[in-house]
């Protein structure tokens, strides 16, 4: 099948966003294309940031997409003679039913660090004034999450959607204007940064040493332990579906002279994989050693997001529910094995 030439234009700003660790972590967020009765969609798993040097984009049947999603199946239909392996994005029944040409999804951590607050409905009404938006509840990513995006879009004419401990949508003619209106919806929600304590490396290596734990790569991943009231946000539940997926639910704490060893043989005794990622108290963050990128790009984007939100924020965490759909799903099984892979 020949792409269109608007793909490469989705591909250059589809590369632009997903470099921008502000927008995109990792495999998260996706973006696609309406040609014709064609939807091209980023493929579960890939990487925005990899659009310009690798074959992203799956070809869609829109209308058998749309039709399977008013049947209640989230299985996507490859447009005949796709010529790939690649599975449709966990979010394709969204950008399905947008009627956009374009659509953008972010993870945005502005965005995030204001859709987990319990009490931020009278600032997003104040600070989008004048867009044609609407803020949704968290859903499950799929089928859950396309039809509260469906009854949205019956209602009104809607161009961005906030979702709710997730992300932010955003819907236009233009690859251009998509990537426009993402950074007014930034600016519009840009929230200032607590600048968090320097790590202890030394007192971090003594630790790991001996261990299958190593540092981050990006410092910033350590502000989360080091700032009290970051790691307080962090370690009293899950925020957004790519932090559960690719770190697990919360964030462990090795507490004062507690043994990183005792605590792998202890977690190993107990029938359970070491924890991908933990904090140390006011010294720095430790990963796993064999941590894909995603883990190591969701560890920066917690940071990211829990230093954004006040001290007097109310956060709304994920449930136990919420959680254990997200781990048992086969489709994220699938994405996180793209990305081990990568």
């Known amino acids: 099948m020949r792409p269109p030439q ?49 074959d992203i984009f799956v070809p869609v ?32 029944s969204l ?8 659509v953008l999804h972010v993870h945005s951590v502005n965005t995030i660090a204001w859709a987990v ?29 396309a039809r509260a995006v469906g009854e949205a879009i019956a209602q009104d004419a809607v161009d961005v959607l906030i979702l709710g401990n997730h992300g932010l949508v955003v819907g236009a003619d233009t690859c251009d204007a998509a990537e426009a209106l993402v950074a007014d919806v930034e600016q519009r929600l840009a929230l ?30 350590h502000g989360i332990a080091t700032d009290r009231y970051s790691r307080a946000i962090a370690t009293s539940g899950s925020l957004y579906p790519d932090h559960v997926v690719f770190l697990g639910p919360g964030l462990p704490v090795l507490e004062h002279r507690e043994s990183l060893g005792d605590v792998i043989a202890q977690t190993t005794a107990d029938g359970l994989s070491p ?46 529910e919420n959680e254990h759909a997200l781990l048992n799903w086969d489709a994220e099984r699938y994405r996180q094995q ?3 892979d990568r």
């Not at 996706?30 to 990899?50: H, P």
């Not at 950008?95 to 374009?102: G, V």
């Not at 607050?117 to 999450?145: C, I, K, S, V």
């Not at 200032?192 to 910033?220: C, F, M, S, V, W």
């Open 95 to 102: 950008h399905a039913l947008m009627p956009h040409r374009i």
């Open 117 to 145: 607050r319990t009490d931020a409905r009278t600032e997003f009404a104040r600070r989008m004034d004048g867009l044609a938006w609407r803020y949704l509840n968290y859903h499950h990513p799929g089928l859950p999450l």
């Open 338 to 340: 793209l990305t081990a």
């Open 192 to 221: 200032e940064q607590r600048h968090a304590p320097a790590a202890d490396y030394d007192a971090l290596r003594k630790i790991h040493t001996g261990t299958n734990y190593r540092l981050p790569r990006d410092p910033r991943g």
């Open 61 to 92: 049947a829109l209308s058998a997409a749309r039709a399977a999603l008013m049947q209640g199946d989230e299985r996507v239909p490859l447009a005949p003679n796709a010529g790939t392996s690649l599975r449709a994005s966990i979010e394709t």
């Open 6 to 54: 608007t793909l490469n234009e989705l591909r250059r700003m589809s590369a632009r966003v997903g470099s921008n660790i502000l927008l995109v972590q990792g495999a998260g967020g996706n973006s696609s294309v309406k040609d014709g009765d064609v939807l091209w969609v980023k493929a579960s798993g890939t990487w925005l940031a990899d659009a310009e040097d690798k």
């Open 275 to 320: 924890p991908v990622a933990l904090l140390v108290p006011g010294v720095g963050s430790l990963i796993r050693e064999d941590a894909s990128d995603g883990a190591e790009a969701m560890l920066s984007c917690l940071a990211l997001v829990t230093c954004r939100l006040p001290l007097i924020a109310r956060v709304n965490y994920l449930t136990a």
